[in-house]
């Protein structure tokens, strides 16, 4: 059973978060505030929630699962989404609780999250934001994603990667926003889009899946250097 501890200088005054988790994130959620930031440096897609068969956004940061190929040493050190930073970190009501027992608090190394003080770190800080970032997102992403839904913009996607030794990795499951549906739309209804803000989401998005051939690219690359 989960056990959760509700963060305080008290208790948590040596704790230190690691980001080394990241390395085993092939995929993390964000929401709409995120999407023009992440679309410089991953490519975005839709998927269901395997139980609730919800849409949601999320990045791709590898091509199989328990393995990251942003970053370096699947350490970002570009822009980390909010899902990423929070991890081992929950509100609840309005406080912060934590998971003793998740890998972002394993062992010495990493960021304390209090200075002598008892302040918040400059790590706190940014996982404060990035849970209010979630907080706030999350139901403005859903109501965006229903409208690109009842626009029927949403189409299944088809991504297979051959690779030089011979293998390949389909990714299944992914969505993203028909461009030729979206040109389709009459004039009122992509204005409505355009003041909604959707436009430039769906733009975002499409435009971020050419970042898929820079993953295969380092991925193709690690294929290379293990037969090296």
Do not use: C
């Not at 350490?75 to 998971?99: C, H, K, N, S």
């Not at 770190?121 to 979630?134: F, P």
């Amino acid at each position: 059973m989960q056990q959760w501890e509700s963060l305080s200088f008290e208790q948590h005054a040596e704790l230190r978060v690691s980001q080394a988790p990241d390395a085993g994130r092939h995929f993390a959620q964000i929401v709409i505030s995120e999407f023009v930031s992440a679309a410089h440096e991953f490519p975005i897609f839709f998927t269901k929630h395997p139980e609730t068969g919800s849409f949601y956004a999320g990045v791709v940061l590898g091509l199989k699962p328990n393995e990251s190929l942003s970053g370096e040493n699947g350490r970002l050190t570009g822009y980390r989404p909010a899902d990423l930073e929070r991890q081992g970190f929950y509100l609840v009501d309005e406080g912060i609780v934590i998971d003793p027992s998740h890998p972002v608090f394993a062992g010495p190394v990493g960021d304390l999250l209090f200075d002598g003080e008892g302040a918040p770190s400059a790590a706190l800080r940014r996982i404060q934001h990035a849970l209010g970032t979630l907080r706030a997102g999350l139901p403005e992403t859903d109501a965006a994603i229903k409208r690109l839904m009842d626009r029927r913009l949403l189409e299944p996607v088809d991504i297979h990667l051959n690779f030089d030794d011979g293998s390949y990795i389909q990714l299944d499951g992914l969505y993203t926003v028909s461009l030729d549906r979206l040109q389709a739309l009459p004039d009122d209804a992509v204005l409505d889009l355009f003041r909604q803000g959707d436009l430039q989401l769906a733009y975002a998005q499409s435009s971020s899946i050419a970042h898929v051939r820079r993953l295969a690219r380092r991925y193709n690359d690690r294929l290379a250097g293990a037969l090296g």
